[in-house]
Structure formats: C-alpha cells, structure tokens
C-alpha cells in the first residue's frame, strides 16, 4: 500500500503498476460541434488519432468514436451521434502528420468511409516490430516504457452503445495521450539501431495498403478452411450452410463467428461428404444459445445443399500466375532465400516475415530480377547481400 504514495517516476523503477489518470478531455457529440477540433488540427503539424469500432457486436462494422490528440489536448468524436457531419473535418486531416498504433485496420475503416488518406504516417506498432520487441500491443508498449496499465475492457466494449460511459471515454482518451511520447522512445531506438528508413518505407507502404479497404466479397468467399478437399455432396453442403450463415448474421446483425464458427460449418461439410446419416449429421451440432430458434433453418439449408448438384456452384478463380506450383529448381532456390531470410532476422531480432512473407519468398525464387516490386526496398536490400542472390546478380 506504501507504494501508491511514492513518484510516479520511482514506482515505475521499482516496477509499480501506475493506475493511468485519465487526461481531461473534449467530447464532441453535436451537430455542429466540430469546430475546436478543426481550429485545433490547423493550428499544428502533426496529429495522434485511434478510433474504436463496433466489429464485435454487429455484421457491418462501424466507427464508432475518433480520439484525436491535437496540441497536447485530447478531443473525442461521437461518430455515430445523430447529425454528426464529418465532412469538413477530412478536408483538414489529409494534410497533417499522423500517429497511430496498429493503423491497418483503421486506414481501411476510414478509406471505406470517407475514401480517407493520410499525407503521412508513423505508426508505433510498426516501430515496434522493427525493433524485435516481443509484445507490440499498445497496452504491453505503455506499460514497459510508462509503467501504466490500461483497462483491457475497453478492447471488448459494444463501442456502438450509446450512452457512452465515463470509464470508456476515459479509456479512449488514454488510447491517444502517450502515442507522442512513445513515438519519440522507438523513434531514438530505430536510429539507434539505423532502422528509421526502414519504418518510413513500410509507413508508406501501410498508406497505399490502407487506401485499398476491405477486400470486397466474392461468390467464393464461402470456400474455407479444408472446404477445398471437398468433391461431393459437402460441396453443396459448405456453399449452403454459409451461405446460411451470412443470411442469420445479417438477419441479427451480429458479426457471423457469432452465429457459429467456421471450424462447425467445415466439420458439417465433411460429415455430408462421408455420407453420415442425416441425424447422426444434426446430433452434431450445437448452435448455443440460440440453438432451438435457428437450428430449424439450418437443417433446411443442410438438405438443400445435400439435394444440389456441385457442379452447378460457383466457378473456382482462374489461378493467379504468382501462386502456380513451383518448379523443382524454383523449390530448391526458395528453400536458400528462406535459409538467407532465416539468418538475417536471427541477427538483426526480427521476425523473418517482417523481411519477406512465404508467399514473398516463391514469387522471389519464380524470378529474383522482380525482387523490388515484391517487397520494399530495405527488405531487398537485406536479401541482395546474402549469399543465394547476390550469386544471381
């Protein structure tokens, strides 16, 4: 108990957890309201941004709030508060430095809604990998380099229930008020270490990746996981039974991992496939909660793709030229870029995708002279200077 009493500088020496105070705090929930942000975003170069999203509660993700720190003050954005117009607040963003923490998923949200893209970016996630720490989540960096512990209930909370609470908006606000000061930390290390190029090159890289969005759905998104050893009567069964899925999802607008997992859908295809007998087939399945009111429709759909032809199913994708087999020898030089690959992040603390991913890699050994479009360029440049390619050039 002596310990809440002592500087917050000596707690973290000695290891104390510090209970985060959350900084004040500007909500705007208004039509209209967005001016001191706007006025606020002009007046300075760069700005840190998050944004929470409703992705576990609902079949269409939404974002739900913007937490900006703006000139040391920290402004919350209700998104979803009714006549909210966000517009004008676009036309001044795109052109200021951002920081961000795990920035995939939200450029992509923020393309898809206003087709927004930021004029440049440092994400601390990112940073974070390139220097090879182990734990990279914004709770686990704020907690090794300031010694405070964020509520972790935020990460779960229904960030579409309104009203928001206080201890959720005091969360928000935490999300975005260290983000400066832990930008400047990784960022002594990364030149420390010489890596600042390489952050800037996958920063870069991050924006143009955001800028796509979402992949868009297909009619072959319903074939996953070992769906593909399917030939017979569970092909019919997985294309109905997903289908199924995505039709309750929608119908309760729930995200579909929550109507039932993929891992049921692919054990009720192969049970089909086996030729298991309809009850031995449904004594299988067990859909929680809701299991009376929709078991019903599921079994519909089961029989219903039991009675299909698979032949009648949609077409598989032609194969893209990057993903046909390998040749022996294309194997045998993978298989050396690997072992390169391997050595240098062993060296450097990395992990070795971060310098080519597998798929990277058997593009790379199809032809090594299309290396730098492939990957980025200090990625390439790694690979250049062992031994496999640099026999090549």
Partial sequence: ?????????????????????????????????????????????????????????????????FQFLVGGDVILVDVLAPGMKLDP??????????????????????????????HSLFDTMLAAQLLGLQRIGLASLLEQH?????????????????PITQKLL??????????????????????????????????????????EGFAPATENDWRIGRSERLRGPGLGVMHAVWHWRESQAQRLDTPPFKVCGNALLVKIAEAAEAGEPEAALFSQIFLGKRHDRIFPSLAAAIRAGLARDPRTLPRRPGRDPNHLSLTHAEIALQDRIRADRDRVAKKLSIEATLIA????????????RRIEKVILPWQAALLRHEPTLKSLA
């Fill in 1 to 65: 108990m002596i310990s809440r009493f002592l500087p917050t500088s000596l707690r973290r020496f000695l290891g104390v957890k510090v209970i985060p105070r959350p900084p004040s705090y500007l909500l705007l929930d208004q039509p209209g309201s967005l001016a001191p942000l706007l006025s606020a975003i002009e007046r300075v170069d760069e700005v840190a941004l998050d944004t929470e999203a409703d992705n576990m509660y609902h079949y269409k993700t939404r974002v739900c709030l």
């Fill in 89 to 118: 607040l676009w036309k001044v963003l795109e052109k200021k430095h951002l920081i961000m923490h795990g920035s995939d998923f939200d450029l992509r949200l923020l393309h898809d809604l206003c087709r927004f893209q930021p």
């Fill in 146 to 162: 300031f010694g405070v512990a964020l509520d972790k209930d935020g990460q779960k909370a229904n960030w579409s229930k309104r």
């Fill in 170 to 211: 005091d969360y928000a606000a935490l999300d975005v008020w260290h983000l400066p000061a832990l930008r400047d930390i990784l960022t002594r290390e990364l030149k420390r270490l010489g890596r600042l190029e390489w952050l800037e090159q996958q920063c870069r890289a991050q924006i143009v990746a955001g800028f």
């Fill in 357 to 368: 991913n597998r798929a990277q890699l058997g593009m790379i050994a199809r032809d090594p």
